[in-house]
T-cell receptor
């Protein structure tokens, strides 16, 4: 059974800092990994999708890496802004189009 | 291009009642999945529909059932509601033959009292 863990559970940083969110998974037989953002009480916004054959994906200030063999992914956020404050969720697709999520990292960026 | 649309956005039900939640997938998507997200937790997979059939099911009791219509829209039904069913219910759509990327709706907040 696939299990996904995200560290840290919460993170508070001042504006402008670069930061890294971590995601680990127990079964390396995955199709892809997706990072989502969730604002309080809202749905999920897809940030980046990494296929199992890829090592990283970039979108603006966001960069996600994937090391399938070690069961790890990181989400790097450059020059953080208060608008980045949200919960970030990592989700692994192990097949049959179902996602297994971590509990998320709650990020607070203070001005 | 409309994304995933869910209705209603909020509702309050009494224990023992039944509820129906609705989802319209993103244009071009043919697969709909439902997830339950309790407060402070990650979403948990309920089930997935493709070609009007349930293709996959998570660890949820039979009180949770669903349906997919020919236009790919979907309903989630929950019978005999329990207090523990209070959660944010998320609908996600994808394209069966695609890259398996998901688009999520804004969710329905269900409160059972």
């Amino acid at each position: 059974k696939q299990e996904v863990t995200q560290i840290p559970a919460a993170l508070s940083v001042p504006e402008g800092e670069n930061l890294v969110l971590n995601c680990s998974f127990t079964d390396s037989a995955i199709y892809n990994l997706q990072w989502f953002r969730q604002d309080p009480g809202k749905g999920l916004t897809s940030l980046l999708l990494i296929q199992s054959s890829q090592r990283e994906q970039t979108s603006g200030r966001l960069n996600a890496s994937l090391d399938k063999s070690s069961g790890r992914s990181t989400l790097y956020i450059a020059a953080s802004q208060p608008g980045d404050s949200a919960t970030y969720l990592c989700a692994v697709n192990s097949g049959y189009s179902t996602l297994t999520f971590g509990k998320g990292t709650m990020l607070l960026v203070s001005p | 291009d409309a994304g995933v649309t869910q209705s209603p956005t909020h509702l309050i039900k009494t224990r023992g009642q039944q509820v129906t939640l609705r989802c319209s997938p993103k244009s071009g998507h043919d697969t709909v999945s439902w997830y339950q997200q309790a407060l402070g937790q990650g979403p948990q997979f309920i089930f997935q529909y493709y070609e009007e059939e349930e293709r996959q099911r998570g660890n949820f009791p039979d009180r949770f059932s669903g349906h997919q219509f020919p236009n790919y829209s979907s309903e989630l039904n929950v019978n005999a509601l329990l207090l523990g069913d209070s959660a944010l219910y998320l609908c996600a759509s994808s394209f069966w033959q695609g890259d398996w990327g998901y688009t999520f709706g804004s969710g329905t907040r269900l409160t059972v009292v």
